[in-house]
Structure formats: structure tokens, C-alpha cells
């Protein structure tokens, strides 16, 4: 597919169920050398216009932790934005890791809602991100925990240390079309990682094949980068000679594309445009950790740079929530004045009130912009899928662009706002399961 066949307006558009894994897609994107913006809302066409040509766009929401009614409603809003805007592929960017439910952040509701705007007969499920470390094979997913790169720290999704046992959406099933299935997909075909061997020729034939039978989508196997060029191929192929078409998985979507796409001298060449590293810290850092993730757990320990601030979740939800966050906002911003970093983070005394959850993550965001008002910074942290999805929604800024990378699947960008106290701060959002241990600290000392 070219630029030239969608002069229009971007070929490729993405929405995010939540913002730290709207960020790695931007990421991806971005060092391929697309130029990409990420917005918070779908954009109108004066704020297209300002920003000029775009090779693709996101918008970054929170679809993974709504009900039914209220994601459909969020997705109609964003199908017909990107419809309007012409695109090729629209890609529904879900957690690696896939958890979602039927009652919450349901991957079917989306792919019943976003093909109303997408005609092509295909729908592609990409199973699997490696370079994260989460492998899709004969339809089943798996994904490693912890930083041990060995085969030891591979786990089957409903095996998982911390995904089988998600406080919302645990993984209990790992035959991704078994979980589609429960999820209002009815007819699921899929497949595997041998027909990508073949040839493009064999593997459209197998496609097609898929395809006579109409199903709500296919599933297509991950191991390796060779797999997402051949995914890629097809996303490629249907939707630049038929209708647009939808695509749902992990940023490994926008890898398969850009691995396809490549460039006129190189296709299938995933070429990374060349960035300047992440410069050291200018001014205190603010972390806020709303995840209660194990790995998060150990990079808040690791952050010895940092004063601890303790966040009890069910002071920070319970009947005197303002007074305990006037209290912790003042505990916070006082040191940041003085020039110390500054980490604050949910403690795991509340992990099983999972009916304070979606209460909590608006505290935090509450929290953030409270102290973002009471002191300016120029770099600040979110952990959390949720937590980052609401706080910075609750910032009141309309859009992200890629700065530099951090670790794998996390990612620093350059905040945009109409405030000219937010405008260009510098802002990490990582989910529960990404970066490294030290990754507080690399947000302090930069990788230059």
C-alpha cells in the first residue's frame, strides 16, 4: 500500500483500550519513520489541520475497563471518525496479554462495533508480540513473567503468575478462540505459525479458505518477526485491494504492517528512523504507581532515587477521600518544590477490593492533577493501564507524540495541551507488566 493510494488522510489508524498500550503502538509507528500523533479524542479537522500530512493517527482511550453499553458508544464516536478520515487499516490495539471479559473491556463488543465501519470480509486477530515476549501457538497464548529471559518464565496465559489472577479480567482461558468465543465471536477460524513457511501464495490460499466459511474474524499465530511479515502481507494485501479493514491485537499489528509495508527500496524491512536517546532528567521526576503488578512492586522498590510516598487505596476511596488527598497532594508537591524526586504508589492492602478499582484509578488521576497544579514539572511517570488512562485524561490534553524509547513495550512522549503549563512535559505510561527493574531509575538518568 502507498502514501499516493490514500492521499487523502492517514492509511492507518489505531485506537488504544488504554493509554500505556496506545504509547507502544505510537512508538512503533513513529521509528519506522510514519509520521504519527496520538490524540486523546478523535481529532476535528482545524486540529488536523494545524498538525499537517499524517501517515497515521491513534486515539487513546479506556475501552479495556468499560461495560458493554459504554465501549460501544466510545467506538461508534471513534469508528466513524476514522471512517470519515478515509483509512485502510483501523486497528483496535488490545493488551499483549489479551485479558478482557465479557462484562468488561470486551474484545467482542469491539469487533462487533468497529466492522460496522470496516466492509472488508476479513478481520485479523494478531496473537502474539515477541519482542515482548508473548508467543501465540496453534491458536494458544503465552506470555513470560518477570526479567528471566528463559523458558522457564514462559507461561500459558491462564497459568500466568499475574494475568491468571487479574484483580478485573483474569486470564482463565488460554485458546484465544475459546476466548473470543465467550465473548460474542461465534465463529473464530485460525491460522498457525506452519502455513507462514509456504509461501504468500499458499498462505492466501489458506486465508481464503478461512474466509468461505464467513467468519467474525482469524486468528493468526506469533512466534517470531518472520511470522508478523507474513501477517503483515495479508493486512496489506486485503486492505489495500478491497475494502478497510479491521485488525485487532497488541502493537504487534502495527509491527506486521510496517514489517509488509517496508519501504519502495526495501519492502519488508522494518526500517527504525534513528532517535536522539533520552536526555537525563532536568528538574525533580513525579512517579505515580496505580498498578499493583509484581513487577511493579519490584521496580517501586528498586527507585532508590526517589522519596516513598505511601497511597492507601481505601483512604483514597473511602468518605473523607478529598481531605486524605489534600493531605497526600501536599506530601508530594512540597519535596517536589524542594527538588527531590518524588514516588507515590497504591499499596497492595487493598489488591482484593476489586469493587474499589475504577474508584481508585480516578483518585489517582484526581491526585496527578493536583499536583501538577500546585507545582510544574517537566517529566513526570504513570504506572498502570487504568490508572494512566484516567489521569491523563484528566489532564485536560489532547495528544501525544513520540520522544524516546525507554525499555521494551514502554515508551517516553512529548505531552500536547492548549495549557502552556502541560504543553511539552515529558510523560512515561507503562502497564503493570512492562519495563525493566530499574525503570524508575532510567526515567531519572535517561539512556543517552
Given at each position: 500500500?502507498?502514501?499516493?493510494?490514500?492521499?487523502?488522510?492517514?492509511?492507518?489508524?489505531?485506537?488504544?483500550?488504554?493509554?500505556?498500550?496506545?504509547?507502544?503502538?505510537?512508538?512503533?509507528?513513529?521509528?519506522?519513520?510514519?509520521?504519527?500523533?496520538?490524540?486523546?479524542?478523535?481529532?476535528?479537522?482545524?486540529?488536523?489541520?494545524?498538525?499537517?500530512?499524517?501517515?497515521?493517527?491513534?486515539?487513546?482511550?479506556?475501552?479495556?475497563?468499560?461495560?458493554?453499553?459504554?465501549?460501544?458508544?466510545?467506538?461508534?464516536?471513534?469508528?466513524?471518525?476514522?471512517?470519515?478520515?478515509?483509512?485502510?487499516?483501523?486497528?483496535?490495539?488490545?493488551?499483549?496479554?489479551?485479558?478482557?471479559?465479557?462484562?468488561?473491556?470486551?474484545?467482542?463488543?469491539?469487533?462487533?462495533?468497529?466492522?460496522?465501519?470496516?466492509?472488508?470480509?476479513?478481520?485479523?486477530?494478531?496473537?502474539?508480540?515477541?519482542?515482548?515476549?508473548?508467543?501465540?501457538?496453534?491458536g494458544e497464548l503465552f506470555a513470560a513473567a518477570g526479567a528471566d529471559n528463559s523458558a522457564q518464565s514462559i507461561y500459558r496465559i491462564d497459568r500466568h503468575p499475574t494475568m491468571s489472577r487479574h484483580p478485573v479480567t483474569p486470564m482463565n482461558e488460554a485458546d484465544l478462540r475459546v476466548h473470543l468465543v465467550r465473548q460474542g465471536v461465534k465463529n473464530v477460524q485460525s491460522i498457525d505459525w506452519r502455513c507462514y513457511a509456504r509461501g504468500a501464495a499458499e498462505l492466501q490460499e489458506e486465508v481464503q479458505r478461512r474466509l468461505d466459511s464467513k467468519p467474525d474474524a482469524v486468528l493468526f499465530d506469533v512466534l517470531d518477526d518472520s511470522h508478523l511479515q507474513a501477517v503483515g502481507r495479508v493486512i496489506v494485501r486485503h486492505a489495500a485491494v478491497t475494502a478497510p479493514l479491521l485488525a485487532v491485537g497488541a502493537s504487534s499489528v502495527?509491527?506486521?504492517?510496517?514489517?509488509?509495508?517496508?519501504?519502495?527500496?526495501?519492502?519488508?524491512?522494518?526500517?527504525?528512523?534513528?532517535?536522539?536517546?533520552?536526555?537525563?532528567?532536568?528538574?525533580?521526576?513525579?512517579?505515580?504507581?496505580?498498578?499493583?503488578?509484581?513487577?511493579?512492586?519490584?521496580?517501586?522498590?528498586?527507585?532508590?532515587?526517589?522519596?516513598?510516598?505511601?497511597?492507601?487505596?481505601?483512604?483514597?476511596?473511602?468518605?473523607?477521600?478529598?481531605?486524605?488527598?489534600?493531605?497526600?497532594?501536599?506530601?508530594?508537591?512540597?519535596?517536589?518544590?524542594?527538588?527531590?524526586?518524588?514516588?507515590?504508589?497504591?499499596?497492595?492492602?487493598?489488591?482484593?477490593?476489586?469493587?474499589?478499582?475504577?474508584?481508585?484509578?480516578?483518585?489517582?488521576?484526581?491526585?496527578?492533577?493536583?499536583?501538577?497544579?500546585?507545582?510544574?514539572?517537566?517529566?513526570?511517570?504513570?504506572?498502570?493501564?487504568?490508572?494512566?488512562?484516567?489521569?491523563?485524561?484528566?489532564?485536560?490534553?489532547?495528544?501525544?507524540?513520540?520522544?524516546?524509547?525507554?525499555?521494551?513495550?514502554?515508551?517516553?512522549?512529548?505531552?500536547?495541551?492548549?495549557?502552556?503549563?502541560?504543553?511539552?512535559?515529558?510523560?512515561?505510561?507503562?502497564?503493570?507488566?512492562?519495563?525493566?527493574?530499574?525503570?524508575?531509575?532510567?526515567?531519572?538518568?535517561?539512556?543517552?
Open positions: 500500500m502507498s502514501d499516493e493510494a490514500n492521499s487523502g488522510g492517514p492509511a492507518y489508524a489505531f485506537y488504544g483500550d488504554d493509554f500505556t498500550g496506545a504509547t507502544d503502538t505510537l512508538a512503533h509507528l513513529a521509528r519506522a519513520g510514519l509520521r504519527t500523533m496520538l490524540f486523546f479524542a478523535p481529532p476535528d479537522a482545524a486540529r488536523l489541520s494545524m498538525l499537517g500530512r499524517l501517515d497515521a493517527i491513534g486515539v487513546a482511550g479506556a475501552a479495556r475497563a468499560m461495560a458493554p453499553a459504554v465501549q460501544r458508544q466510545e467506538l461508534e464516536r471513534v469508528g466513524a471518525a476514522f471512517a470519515a478520515l478515509g483509512v485502510r487499516v483501523m486497528h483496535y490495539k488490545v493488551c499483549s496479554t489479551f485479558d478482557s471479559a465479557p462484562e468488561t473491556g470486551s474484545i467482542g463488543v469491539a469487533i462487533r462495533t468497529l466492522r460496522e465501519y470496516c466492509a472488508n470480509e476479513l478481520v485479523v486477530v494478531v496473537g502474539g508480540q515477541p519482542n515482548l515476549r508473548r508467543y501465540c501457538v496453534f502495527a509491527q506486521a504492517y510496517v514489517l509488509a509495508r517496508g519501504t519502495p527500496a526495501e519492502p519488508g524491512v522494518l526500517q527504525t528512523r534513528t532517535t536522539p536517546p533520552l536526555a537525563r532528567a532536568h528538574g525533580p521526576v513525579f512517579v505515580l504507581a496505580g498498578s499493583l503488578s509484581p513487577l511493579t512492586e519490584i521496580q517501586i522498590a528498586a527507585a532508590q532515587s526517589y522519596l516513598h510516598v505511601e497511597l492507601d487505596p481505601l483512604k483514597m476511596t473511602g468518605d473523607a477521600a478529598s481531605d486524605y488527598l489534600a493531605e497526600r497532594v501536599a506530601a508530594i508537591a512540597g519535596p517536589l518544590r524542594d527538588g527531590r524526586n518524588v514516588l507515590a504508589f497504591t499499596t497492595r492492602r487493598a489488591s482484593s477490593e476489586t469493587g474499589a478499582l475504577p474508584q481508585l484509578a480516578h483518585a489517582c488521576a484526581s491526585l496527578l492533577q493536583q499536583v501538577l497544579g500546585a507545582v510544574r514539572l517537566q517529566r513526570i511517570g504513570i504506572a498502570g493501564g487504568d490508572t494512566s488512562s484516567f489521569a491523563v485524561h484528566a489532564l485536560g490534553a489532547w495528544g501525544l507524540s513520540y520522544l524516546a524509547p525507554l525499555s521494551a513495550g514502554v515508551t517516553v512522549c512529548r505531552l500536547h495541551a492548549d495549557q502552556a503549563a502541560l504543553d511539552g512535559m515529558e510523560i512515561m505510561l507503562k502497564g503493570g507488566q512492562m519495563g525493566d527493574p530499574d525503570l524508575f531509575e532510567q526515567l531519572l538518568d535517561g539512556n543517552g
